[in-house]
């Protein structure tokens, strides 16, 4: 068991800069609670911590949902009006994931995604938009460095860990916006659906509570992903390098080599964008995924699927706004994924009273004794769940002992 899943929820920095608010009336109420949860005691004109801008949109959209600070829980959601059973509190998509989060049917369009004769295991995208999306974001740097990936991908596969391989897709994001100044690889939050999404590359990942990995050295099993993915990370670099120098030898080529449909100047920008890339950014990415991430479940026909994600029937994805969710072992907010891919929605699972905090559970609890679900919090979350369900389990358990 490794000591980085000890979590400093409630010790973190509390960024929550404001509340979803429903009338002028609320808002200065609201405002103030969100500024004493942030640990400020003046308002907007004193500096403040990076708020992501889709969740400032979140908290201009929403009228029912706040954020606050909770005892021994830190920042969480809570419901700033009445929510009735069944109501839709936002969508999210995610920031990072791995692999494209829906299922292939027999009947569904597939795109195969490879760049190079040489790709031995190209990407299958659910459609074309999707492909494009991801060309976009990451995979026409991440493709040129297949060797290393491929070796982080059974690394990841050997150890049963997924957060190497979600920071390594947040690297390769984060070089492919260095080809484009000034632009964004992530989706831009939809105005007036409900729909969120954080953008990875503005830094909203560093908003999400992290896990106190400690100083060094870390834990070796990340040293070891990381020296891969560093490996892929300057092979993409000298690939672009050199594509870069064949171009200017040949200017007059009809058909450019592969690789050469990157911007001039590009290898000199992920150069420099490669720097800030190192052992402790990837740290402080796995500590902040290890605690933030969400298993995606798939709905699976009875008869003949195909799965894109990596065990099958579930993938990996880490969101921004519901980051903010804590745990209860019988939560007032369930998570679906109505479109069967990665777009989460949060329903809320009864009606919840104004000023309730709002709740998801992190593990399957209704299957789990006290005892396990226990187990299963520290273990993977570092904290011991003092719930009202769990809390009752325990008195009885004391009284019939």
């Not at 969740?55 to 809570?78: I, T």
């Not at 009735?84 to 049917?105: A, D, I, K, Q």
């Not at 777009?343 to 299957?367: K, N, T």
Request: aromatic share 8%; proline share 6%; hydrophobic share 40%.
């Amino acid at each position: 068991m490794l000591p980085l899943r000890q979590c400093l929820i409630g010790a973190a920095t509390y960024r929550a800069q404001c509340v979803w608010m429903a009338s002028s009336s609320v808002a200065a109420r609201c405002l103030s609670t969100s500024y004493a949860a942030l640990g400020a005691d003046t308002g907007p004109s004193r500096s403040t911590p990076h708020i992501p801008a889709a969740l400032l949109l979140a908290l201009e959209q929403r009228p029912k949902v706040g954020v606050a600070k909770f005892p021994d829980a830190g920042r969480g959601l809570v419901a700033a009006l009445p929510i009735g059973y069944g109501e839709n509190l936002f969508r999210e998509l995610p920031m990072v994931c791995y692999n494209c989060l829906s299922v292939l049917l027999p009947t569904s369009p597939r795109v195969h995604a490879r760049r190079s004769a040489s790709d031995a295991s190209p990407r299958w995208f659910c459609c074309q938009d999707c492909a494009a999306a991801a060309d976009k974001q990451f995979y026409a740097l991440e493709s040129l460095a297949l060797d290393s990936m491929s070796k982080l991908e059974q690394l990841s596969k050997d150890s049963g860990e997924r957060f190497p391989l979600m920071v390594a897709r947040l690297a390769f994001m984060h070089l492919s916006a260095a080809l484009n100044p000034g632009g964004s690889t992530s989706a831009a939050p939809q105005k007036g659906e409900g729909v969120y999404q954080g953008d990875p590359v503005a830094g909203d990942v560093k908003f999400l509570c992290f896990a106190n990995v400690g100083p060094e050295p870390y834990p070796q099993p990340w040293v070891d992903a990381y020296s891969l993915l560093l490996a892929g990370m300057e092979q993409a670099c000298v690939a672009v390098q050199v594509a870069e120098q064949a171009r200017a030898a040949v200017p007059e080529a009809g058909q450019e080599p592969a690789g050469q449909g990157f911007p001039a100047g590009s290898a000199a920008r992920m150069q420099n964008q490669l720097a800030s890339l190192d052992l402790h950014w990837f740290v402080a990415m796995i500590s902040r995924l290890h605690i933030n991430v969400f298993r995606v479940g798939a709905v699976l026909p009875m008869d003949g699927w195909v799965p894109l994600s990596v065990d099958g029937a579930s993938g990996s994805a880490a969101y921004l706004v519901s980051s903010l969710f804590n745990h209860n072992c019988e939560p007032n907010v369930d998570v679906v994924f109505p479109r069967n891919d990665g777009m989460a929605s949060f329903v809320a699972a009864r009606d919840i009273d104004e000023g309730e905090q709002l709740c998801i559970s992190y593990i399957e609890s209704y299957s789990m004794s006290l005892e396990q679900r226990r187990k299963h919090l520290r273990h993977t979350y570092g904290f011991i769940c003092r719930c009202q369900l769990c809390q009752e389990e325990e008195s009885d358990q004391k009284s019939s002992s």
